[in-house]
T-cell receptor, first 113, second 113 residues
Framework: NAGVMQNPRHLVRRRGQEARLRCSPM?????VYWYRQLPEEGLKFMVY????????ESGMPKERFSAEFPKEGPSILRIQQVVRGDSAAYFC???????????FGDGTRLSIL | EDQVTQSPEALRLQEGESSSLNCSYT??????LFWYRQDPGKGPEFLFT???AGEEKEKERLKATITKKESFLHITAPKPEDSATYLC??????????????FGQGTTLQVKP
């Protein structure tokens, strides 16, 4: 009975590199959400996706960040040309329907050197 | 602007000392309020959903209640294993979909034996 799976759990990148974070939703869930938790701050919504579609990306920075949820495979959050300020914990959540409780993975902790 | 405010920020209790955590929200047209528990290094774990004023949900030593303006998480006779950060969240109403959750800053509970 696997929950939401995120990998890697920890990711270290140097400034200017790319970071790819993966999220496999719970079985039977087709709605995926990404949140970011900066040190000493609360969880902030980034993007909401349903299979092959971006539903709401209002919380995602306009530059360098992108997300996808292909028909097959995990959802990917991609950060290009990372900067120190991108250091944070990135959490993925999934739900069966859009108005149902979201279940979270244990996050990817991204550190930028 | 939709907001969620939790108080207190931190709470220390002795084992067996009951207390309540508060979550105040300002949203136009509540479509659910969610309580989560987050342990260090982990993702939020779903606890309860409340949909309308007067509703109550219980799970072991936890009981969640809600009015039109706030929700409470009551902890009865807590144990050290209840130590965690408790988060509440509401769906953002602005865009018409409920995918985006707005989280409070959380209450960090420490229960001493």
């Amino acid at each position: 009975n696997a929950g939401v799976m995120q990998n890697p759990r920890h990711l270290v990148r140097r400034r200017g590199q790319e970071a790819r974070l993966r999220c496999s939703p719970m079985k039977g869930h087709s709605h995926v959400y990404w949140y970011r938790q900066l040190p000493e701050e609360g969880l902030k919504f980034m993007v909401y996706l349903q299979k092959e579609n971006i539903i709401d990306e209002s919380g995602m920075p306009k530059e360098r960040f992108s997300a996808e949820f292909p028909k097959e495979g995990p959802s990917i959050l991609r950060i290009q040309q990372v900067v120190r300020g991108d250091s944070a914990a990135y959490f993925c959540a999934s739900s069966r329907q859009g108005n149902q409780p979201q279940h979270f993975g244990d996050g990817t902790r991204l550190s930028i050197l | 602007e939709d907001q969620v405010t939790q108080s207190p920020e931190a709470l220390r209790l002795q084992e067996g000392e009951s207390s309540s955590l508060n979550c105040s929200y300002t949203v136009s047209g509540l479509r659910g309020l969610f309580w989560y528990r987050q342990d260090p290094g982990k993702g939020p774990e779903f606890l309860f959903t409340l949909y309308s004023a007067g509703e109550e949900k219980e799970k072991e030593r936890l009981k969640a209640t809600i009015t039109k303006k706030e929700s409470f998480l009551h902890i009865t006779a807590p144990k050290p294993e209840d130590s965690a950060t408790y988060l509440c969240a509401v769906p953002f109403d602005g865009s018409g979909n409920t995918g985006k959750l707005i989280f409070g800053q959380g209450t960090t509970l420490q229960v001493k034996p």
